[in-house]
C-alpha cells in the first residue's frame, strides 16, 4: 500500500499496531545516490573502516526517498506467516506554515543531494521534484527535535510586547510549536518504533499526540486476530494503546545487504554517523539488537559471488519452494524490494530449519533405529547454517513441493542457537562481516563467520 501524504494520518495507527504485532520488519530505501568518487584500494584489500567510510559517506550525502516495509507475523489461528506491506514516499521538506516555519527552517538546516544518475531517472519519467516531494512524508530527527526544542519553545525565544500577556503568547507560541512539531514527525514515529530504546514516550512532554480521527478498521483487527469488542471505541484511547504495544514489542530488522538501510535510518532520523567502525557498531547494536542480514543468511560463509548476487536473483531462485505458508491481508498489495527480502527471509529460514530437523531426525534414528519425527527444541539449539540454492536440491523434495508436514514451519526465538550463526552481522561489502555483538569478533573474507 503505497503511503503518502494525504493518507499518512488516517493510516499511521494502523500501520503502528501491525509493528506492533510484528515478529520481522523487512526493511528496503530507495535513496537519491548511494556511490561515492574516492581511491579504490586494491582488490581484495577493502579494510572494514574503508567499507564503513564510504557507507557513512553515502548515507551523509544522500537521502533516503523512499521506505519500504513488509511486517511479518506469526498467526497460531492459520499456522502461518502473514504480511503486510506498506510504502512510505519521504520529504526533506517542511510542512508548517508562517513564522513557525521560517523558524524550523533556520534550525533544521537540510540540504538535498541527488547523484547525477538520479537526475537522469527523474528527467526519464518526467518527475516533478518539487511536486513529487510535497506528496510525500516528511520526518524530524532526534537531532533536529532537540535543537528546535531548544530554540524554539526556550523561554529566550519570545520577547516582552506592550500588547497582550507574554505569559499567554509564550503559552500560545509553545502550543503552536508542539502542534508544528507533531506533523513535521510524521515517518518518524513509525521509525522509533522500529528501534529499542525509542523515544515515542519522550514525544508526550515535546509534541501534541495525533488525533486519529477514525478508529482502527475492523478488518484489520481480525486480520491480527484480534477482538474489536475488546478495543475501546474511542480513537484516541486506542492510539494510546497503540503506543503502549508499539514501546512494548520489538520485531527483528530484516534487510538485504541492511548495513546501507541501517546507515541511512541513523543519519536521517537519529543523528549524523560517527567517524569510527566502532563507535557505528555499539550505536547500531543499541538501537536495533536484532538484526538479520539476507546476504548472511544465503551465505553464511564469505562468498564473494554471492555478495554480487541480487536480491530479484535470490528471490527467483527461491520461488519454487512452497514453505513456509505466507498469506497476505488483500487490501495490502504485495510489491517492492521490501517484499522480496521478507520472502527471501522467511524461505531461508524456514529451510534451514527443516535441513536442521531432517538431520536430527537421521541421527536419531541411527542411533536407536526409531523414527522420532522433527524435534523443534534440537532445531533451535542449531547446527550451523549451509548455503541453500535450490538448484542443487531435489526438485521432488516434498517440502519444496508443499507435501511435506508443515507443523513447526514457525521460526525459532531470534536469541536461540538457531539463529546463532547468522544473527547481528552485516555485510560490508568486500571487507568482510561486522559482527555487532560484543562478544563475537570481526572477521573479513577468511574468517568471517
Known amino acids: ?198 523515544q515515542l514516550g519522550d514525544y508526550n512532554g515535546t509534541v501534541v499526540q495525533p488525533a486519529p480521527t477514525h478508529g482502527i478498521d475492523h478488518n484489520i483487527l481480525h486480520s491480527l486476530g484480534e477482538d474489536p469488542s475488546t478495543w475501546p471505541p474511542d480513537p484516541e484511547a486506542q492510539w494510546l494503546e497503540i503506543l503502549r504495544r508499539a514501546e512494548k514489542n520489538k520485531p527483528v530488522i530484516v534487510g538485504h545487504n541492511v548495513g546501507y538501510d541501517l546507515c541511512f535510518l541513523h543519519a536521517m532520523f537519529i543523528r549524523r554517523l560517527p567517524d569510527k567502525t566502532e563507535d557505528f557498531r555499539r550505536r547500531i547494536h543499541h538501537l536495533f539488537p536484532r538484526v538479520l542480514d539476507t546476504k548472511a543468511l544465503v551465505s553464511p560463509g564469505f562468498d564473494p559471488d554471492i555478495i554480487g548476487q541480487s536480491l530479484g536473483a535470490i528471490f527467483g531462485d527461491l520461488a519454487c519452494q512452497s514453505y513456509p505458508f505466507v498469506s497476505s491481508v488483500p487490501v495490502l498489495v504485495l510489491t517492492g524490494q521490501g517484499y522480496m527480502t521478507a520472502m527471501v527471509f522467511l524461505k531461508v529460514a524456514t529451510r534451514q530449519l527443516y535441513l536442521q530437523g531432517q538431520a536430527v531426525l537421521e541421527t536419531n534414528n541411527a542411533i536407536d533405529g526409531t523414527n522420532h519425527g522433527h524435534c523443534g527444541e534440537e532445531r533451535a539449539q542449531g547446527s550451523g547454517w549451509q548455503p541453500v540454492w535450490l538448484e542443487d536440491a531435489d526438485r521432488l523434495d516434498p517440502y519444496i513441493l508443499g507435501q511435506a508436514d508443515p507443523n513447526g514451519s514457525r521460526l525459532p526465538e531470534f536469541q536461540t542457537g538457531f539463529f546463532g550463526p547468522v544473527r547481528n552481522r552485516l555485510r560490508m561489502s568486500l571487507a568482510g562481516i561486522l559482527f555487532l555483538e560484543d562478544d563475537v569478533e570481526d572477521g573479513g573474507p577468511e574468517g568471517g563467520a
Not at 494502523?14 to 520488519?25: E, G, V
Not at 544522500?62 to 503486510?84: H, M, N, P
Not at 513564522?99 to 526519464?124: F, H
Request: glycine share 6%; hydrophobic share 40%; aromatic share 8%.
Open 1 to 198: 500500500m503505497d503511503v503518502t501524504a494525504d493518507n499518512f494520518w488516517s493510516l499511521l495507527p494502523t500501520i503502528m499496531l501491525i509493528i506492533a504485532s510484528s515478529d520481522y520488519i523487512a526493511l528496503d530505501m530507495e535513496m537519491t545516490g548511494i556511490s561515492v568518487k574516492d581511491d579504490p584500494p586494491n582488490p581484495g584489500t577493502l579494510t572494514m573502516e574503508q567499507a564503513y567510510d564510504r557507507m557513512r559517506t553515502a548515507a551523509s550525502t544522500f537521502q533516503a526517498v523512499q521506505i519500504g516495509l513488509t511486517c511479518a507475523r506469526w498467526a497460531s489461528e492459520t499456522d502461518s506467516y502473514q504480511s503486510f506491506t506498506f510504502s512510505v514516499g519521504i520529504s526533506p521538506m517542511l510542512v508548517t506554515d508562517g513564522s513557525i516555519s521560517q523558524k524550523m527552517a533556520r534550525v533544521v538546516d537540510r540540504k538535498l543531494t541527488l547523484s547525477y544518475q538520479s537526475l537522469l531517472v527523474l528527467q526519464r519519467h518526467g518527475f516533478n521534484l518539487g511536486e513529487t516531494l510535497g506528496r510525500r512524508v516528511p520526518y524530524l530527527n532526534r537531532e533536529e527535535l532537540c535543537d528546535v526544542r531548544t530554540e524554539m519553545v526556550d523561554d529566550k525565544t519570545y520577547e516582552r510586547s506592550a500588547s497582550g500577556s507574554y505569559a499567554q503568547r509564550k503559552e500560545d507560541a509553545i502550543e503552536a510549536t508542539k502542534e508544528a512539531l507533531t506533523k513535521q514527525l510524521g515517518l518518524s514515529w513509525i521509525i522509533e518504533a522500529l528501534t529499542d530504546h525509542g
